[in-house]
């Protein structure tokens, strides 16, 4: 059986454990199915989730020119703290920024190799958490807006890591941390601008993956460079396929990348 589309993140479930979906135009893949087979990847192209062209893909799925030019791409996605649609003020399309940026938004600690503070949309709870590949998780404040989520998270980062790493992640390097007493530690250090918005009673979120074997050393999968690869799968974690062999797929970072998949 060959299917063959464009790859996006893989959608997720929260059930105990994790379910993973693969949605390409035709196709439904249930990737917890895949789990103990022989899966087989193989590039065929690239498709730009924006223009739909055959380019080379620059970052998030995007070719150089759409990266640099859609609203969706602009520099306040990765820096929630550069919004300024709650001043009226555009970047590149102000009614697309409007309707994203003005929306509750949380700051989080979520715990997938360390304690690492992050901004989501309220809406993308706990979807954002799985995809990072967190094993615990727990929100510390909601605000109004990306901009107040945004400058407590920059206030923080000077207490806490904001960033991850993959590879202690994938080998489930783990220690489980008291988040509610990270969250009580870091209160005094956020802004007074966000202090109302303060979650103060609410529990650890906690976040079990369908992985039968970590990997001892992993290895990433480049598609770009290798441009076919077979494997038995044997976990997902976060954005990750992990194989029998230690070789890793993040197929977040693929998002554009036209395969085909046999299994
Ligand atoms: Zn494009």
């Not at 989080?108 to 992050?118: C, D, E």
């Not at 956020?190 to 039968?212: K, W």
């Not at 494997?231 to 396929?241: H, N, R, T």
Request: net charge negative.
């Amino acid at each position: 059986m060959v299917y063959t589309g464009v790859l996006t993140k893989m959608q997720t479930e929260f059930l105990e454990p994790i379910q993973y979906y693969l949605v390409f135009e035709n196709d439904f893949i249930h990737i917890n199915q895949l789990l103990n087979k022989t899966i087989d990847l193989k590039r065929v192209g690239h498709q730009c989730l924006s223009c739909g062209l055959d380019r080379p893909i620059y970052r998030q799925g995007f070719c150089k020119t759409c990266f640099f030019n859609k609203p969706l791409a602009g520099d306040w996605i990765m820096r929630p703290e550069l919004s300024t649609a709650h001043l009226g003020i555009e970047d590149r399309d102000l009614e697309y920024e409007k309707n994203v940026q003005l929306k509750p938004h949380i700051v989080y600690l979520a715990n997938s190799s360390n304690v690492k503070v992050g901004v989501t949309r309220k809406s993308q709870v706990p979807t954002r958490w799985i995809d990072q590949g967190a094993h615990e998780a727990i929100e510390i404040v909601e605000a109004p807006n990306r901009y107040l989520a945004g400058i407590t998270e920059v206030a923080l980062k000077d207490f806490v890591a904001d960033k991850t790493n993959w590879r202690t992640m994938l080998k489930n390097d783990i220690k489980d941390e008291d988040l509610l007493e990270w969250r009580h530690r870091l209160k005094s250090h956020i802004p007074e601008e966000a202090l109302p918005y303060f979650i103060e009673n609410n529990t650890e979120t906690h976040i079990s993956f369908p992985v039968s074997q970590y990997p001892e050393k992993p290895k990433s999968l480049n598609l770009n460079k290798t441009q076919q690869y077979s494997g038995k799968l044997v976990g997902i974690k976060g954005q990750y396929l992990i194989f029998e062999d230690n070789t890793v797929f993040n197929v977040r970072a693929n998002e554009g990348l036209v395969v085909d998949l046999s299994i």
